[in-house]
């Protein structure tokens, strides 16, 4: 239950959620696990702009109407884990995926809805190697007449991540990205993928299609370096595409970056942590041409859940004592908003062609 300040007319706010969890192992090679939510609620008057714009709940899927102003949406996932040795790992489930050390990834975040995906980690000494597989969707017509009184087809389109993580030092590990969201379905909504989609090299789909292509192709790196048991350092660089020299202040030199801190049991008070972060990114990043073709799902962005062209600071304070524990967070983001019907960069859903 709670209470937004700023709404004049007084309305409560209330989430109530019921559901089921089931997970386990067979043997010592194979586990799973599915969980399937319910929810009802009321929202802060600015969620409520959201849900009604977007026509889904943050991070959820879509909602129907509960009573005069509340939603009703629902949420599952699921997946099934096979570990053969020490350096392999499959996985087909339905879920999302967060890339990074950070309260932020601008290269993969779950700020989206849950998708289904196959997973292949690939573990050796000091180097894990992962590979995923995904299916997205566009809340938009799949191009097929749907029958009377059915659920509507949505466009469908392909993710492909790959992201290396390599421990430089007991104190320093690196991380290498790259993610690929391929042409959507055809005006069938059929997906014509051809072997590359299933290219397990780093950076391989990258050299072969470019970033500025048919596919939107997105590259990054991230970096942690512990200065003490309690101290570290953390960030990521994200290179959508890129400009000539002579381009300076194209449009086309979408890039991003993250700085943040974590310090733990701070001045030696058990259970006492701090974090601060800074997020920028540039104009019209994770957006494309094909507006099929940005970098989300339904209706969200698979990275910063603002879209692109800001400038984001947060602090988080959280303290545990016993049962209870308080937080407290500070988020404060400056962005370039389209104004006057024209596109400024911060709507990843437009063409950049309309810039």
Not at 3 to 16: A, C, H, I, Q
Not at 18 to 26: A, P, Q, Y
Not at 181 to 190: C, G, P
Not at 231 to 260: C, H, M, P, T, W
Request: no cysteine.
């Amino acid at each position: 239950f709670g209470k937004d300040m700023e709404d004049s007319l007084g309305e409560k706010l209330f989430k109530n959620t019921r559901g089921v969890l089931l997970k386990g192992d067979i043997g010592t090679k194979l586990s799973f696990e599915s969980s399937f939510y319910e929810n009802q609620s009321t929202f802060p008057n600015y969620i409520d702009n959201f849900n009604d714009t977007f026509l889904i709940v943050p991070g959820q899927g879509r909602w129907k109407r509960f009573k005069t102003n509340g939603y009703d949406y629902a949420m599952a996932s699921g997946y099934i884990s096979y570990s053969p040795n020490n350096h392999f790992n499959f996985q087909v489930g339905h879920g999302k995926h967060f890339v990074g050390e950070g309260y932020r990834s601008l290269l993969l975040s779950d700020n989206s809805f849950n998708y289904p995906f196959a997973r292949i980690t690939t573990s050796y000494k000091k180097i894990q190697y992962t590979n995923l597989y995904t299916v997205f969707q566009n809340l938009t017509d799949g191009g097929t007449t749907s029958p009377p009184n059915t659920e509507r087809l949505f466009q469908k389109k392909a993710g492909s991540f790959q992201f290396l993580s390599w421990d430089v030092h007991k104190r320093v590990q690196f991380g290498l990205f790259q993610g690929f969201i391929w042409t959507s379905t055809d005006t069938r909504n059929k997906m014509n993928l051809d072997a590359s989609y299933f290219n397990p090299v780093l950076f391989g789909s990258a050299l072969q299609y470019g970033l500025g292509g048919a596919h939107n192709v997105l590259l990054g790196s991230t970096l942690k370096f512990k200065i003490t048991n309690s101290v570290s350092l953390y960030g990521q660089y994200l290179l959508d595409e890129i400009a000539e020299k002579s381009l300076k202040g194209s449009i086309r030199n979408k890039l991003g970056f993250q700085l943040g801190l974590k310090y733990f049991d701070v001045l030696k008070v058990k259970n006492l942590h701090l974090q601060i972060e800074y997020n920028q990114v540039r104009p019209y990043s994770y957006a494309h041409k094909n507006t099929a073709q940005n970098y989300s799902h339904y209706n969200q962005s698979l990275a910063h859940p603002i879209g692109a062209s800001f400038k984001e600071a947060i602090v988080i304070w959280n303290y545990r004592l016993a049962d209870f524990f308080t937080e407290l967070k500070f988020q404060g983001i400056r962005l370039g908003k389209d104004s006057a019907g024209r596109n400024y960069g911060n709507n990843i859903f437009l063409s950049q062609n309309n810039a």
